[in-house]
């Protein structure tokens, strides 16, 4: 079964500063796709970024970039210049045929 | 961009109740429509897929008769929790996508169960 973890619980980051929230997964399929969705407080999931595992290129949206590295199966997204509208709990997906399976969460602070 | 509804966003029900919970896709078809549920500060579990038309496919340790899944139609898929117990209180999302499993997933503001 696929595994996702997300070692940090908690992070905090100044605003305008960047902060890097780490993943990591576990899987013996070639074929997949790697996401990142923001939960802020209103608990609506919202995409931030994906990734598919057979493009070598790190997908980037605006402020967030992803560092994606297969052979090691990490999966880190970077926020650029924090806002405080970023403030929410972040998680890593991983997804192949039907199953989304998700992290355990990272909450992010962001300190004005 | 697709957006995904769920109602309603809030219920409180008596135990030993049912409670229906409707998920639409506002602006697209969704050939499959998920069902999650989120404990406070944690992660979300799937609970079941569900393909319209089809029976739904549910996950390793969801009850099926306590948790009924309709996906009657390309916009609508309905999550009833029968017989409702304190236990259950959690918080109930959906997630809906177009075609295969390439396409990106879109989530539901969720709903909040309380079963007094």
């Not at chain 2, 409670?19 to 602006?27: A, P, Y």
């Not at chain 2, 500060?41 to 099926?64: F, I």
């Not at chain 2, 009924?68 to 139609?73: P, R, W």
Request: charged share 20%; hydrophobic share 35%; glycine share 4%.
């Amino acid at each position: 079964a696929q595994t996702v973890t997300q070692s940090q619980p908690e992070m905090s980051v100044q605003e305008a500063e960047t902060v890097t929230l780490s993943c990591t997964y576990d899987t013996s399929e070639s074929d997949y796709y790697l996401f990142w969705y923001k939960q802020p407080p209103s608990r609506q999931m919202i995409l931030v970024i994906r990734q598919e595992a057979y493009k070598q290129q790190n997908a980037t949206e605006n402020r967030f970039s992803v560092n994606f590295q297969k052979a090691a199966k990490s999966f880190s997204l970077k926020i650029s210049d924090s806002q405080l509208g970023d403030a929410a709990m972040y998680f890593c997906a991983y997804r192949s045929a039907e199953k989304l399976t998700f992290g355990t969460g990272t909450r992010l602070t962001i300190i004005p | 961009g697709a957006v995904v509804s769920q109602h309603p966003s809030w219920v409180i029900c008596k135990s030993g109740t049912s409670v229906k919970i409707e998920c639409r896709s506002l602006d697209f078809q969704a050939t499959t429509m998920f069902w999650y549920r989120q404990f406070p500060k944690q992660s979300l579990m799937l609970m079941a897929t569900s393909n319209e038309g089809s029976k739904a496919t549910y996950e390793q340790g969801v009850e099926k008769d306590k948790f009924l899944i309709n996906h009657a139609s390309l916009t609508l898929s309905t999550l009833t929790v029968t017989s409702a117990h304190p236990e259950d209180s959690s918080f109930y999302i959906c997630s809906a996508r177009v075609g295969w499993y390439q396409e990106t997933q879109y989530f539901g503001p969720g709903t909040r169960l309380l079963v007094l």
